[in-house]
C-alpha cells in the first residue's frame, strides 16, 4: 500500500509549550488528509479534515485554535498543539486519502506533555 | 445514525482457528468500508475493504462479508495465526464527507 509518514514518532515537552508533528504522503498527492487522536485501549478519534490550499474542518468539540492545521501542499500537512498541557498527551495519527476511497495511516506520533 | 457498533471487544482464538468480527452501522448514505490492523504502538494499516455493491471480497486468508439489507459486515481470517494478534477496527465512510467512522475495536488473541 501507500505510505504515509509521520515526524516525529515520539515527542516530550513541557507545559505550555508548542510541538508540530508533520504528515507526509511519500508516493502519491493527497489533497485530503486527516487528524486523529487515540487513547490507550480506545478507537481513533477524528479531530480534523485538511484540505490542500484551504482551512481545515474541525469536529465538535476540538479547538481549532489549540489544535492549529495546516496543508500546504499535496504532500505536506501539519498539526501544532499549541500551549501544550498535560491532557494534551496523546497519541496523534493522520491519514491521507488516496482517491477514490483508500485512507492510508501514518505510524503515529506519540506526545507526552510534562 | 453515525455510529459503527462492533463486536466483540476482545476475541481469543486458537492458532489455525477462524476468527470473526462483526460490525453494523444505520446511516445507510455509507458507501465503503474498510477494515484496519493495529498493532501498539503503530498506526493503523488497511487490510480489506468493501463496497456495498458486493456482498463479499476475499484476500488471502482475510473475507469481508457484507448484508447491505441487514445493514452489516464482518470480517473472518481464516486459519488465525499468532502474528494476527493485534486491534481491528471496521469503518464505514459517507461518500459526501470522505471522513471515516470507527468502530471501537476488537481485541484479537491468536494462542499457539
Known amino acids: 500500500g501507500a505510505v504515509v509518514s509521520q515526524h516525529p514518532s515520539w515527542v516530550i515537552c513541557k507545559s505550555g509549550t508548542s510541538v508540530k508533528i508533520e504528515c507526509r504522503s511519500l508516493?502519491?498527492?493527497?489533497?485530503?488528509m486527516f487528524w486523529y487522536r487515540q487513547f490507550p485501549k480506545q478507537s481513533l478519534m477524528l479531530m480534523a479534515t485538511?484540505?490542500?490550499?484551504?482551512?481545515?474542518?474541525?469536529e465538535q468539540g476540538v479547538e481549532k485554535d489549540k489544535f492549529l492545521i495546516n496543508h500546504a501542499s499535496l504532500t505536506l500537512s501539519t498539526l501544532t498543539v499549541t500551549s501544550a498541557h498535560p491532557e494534551d498527551s496523546s497519541f496523534y495519527i493522520c491519514?491521507?486519502?488516496?482517491?477514490?476511497?483508500?485512507?492510508?495511516f501514518g505510524p503515529g506520533t506519540r506526545l507526552t506533555v510534562l | 445514525q453515525q455510529q459503527v457498533k462492533q463486536s466483540p471487544q476482545s476475541l481469543i482464538v486458537q492458532k489455525g482457528g477462524i476468527s470473526i468480527i462483526n460490525c453494523a452501522y444505520e446511516?445507510?448514505?455509507?458507501?465503503?468500508f474498510p477494515w484496519y490492523q493495529q498493532f501498539p504502538g503503530k498506526g493503523p494499516a488497511l487490510l480489506i475493504a468493501?463496497?456495498?455493491?458486493?456482498s463479499e471480497k476475499k484476500e488471502g486468508r482475510f473475507t469481508i462479508s457484507f448484508n447491505k439489507s441487514a445493514k452489516q459486515f464482518s470480517l473472518h481470517i481464516m486459519d488465525s495465526q499468532p502474528g494476527d494478534s493485534a486491534t481491528y477496527f471496521c469503518?464505514?465512510?459517507?461518500?459526501?464527507?470522505?471522513?471515516?467512522?470507527f468502530g471501537a475495536g476488537t481485541r484479537l488473541a491468536v494462542h499457539p
Open positions: 485538511s484540505n490542500e490550499g484551504s482551512k481545515a474542518t474541525y
Open positions: 468493501i463496497r456495498p455493491d458486493v
Open positions: 446511516n445507510t448514505a455509507f458507501d465503503y
Open positions: 508516493d502519491f498527492q493527497a489533497t485530503t
Open positions: 491519514s491521507a486519502r488516496n482517491p477514490p476511497d483508500t485512507q492510508y
Open positions: 469503518a464505514a465512510r459517507s461518500g459526501g464527507y470522505n471522513k471515516l467512522i
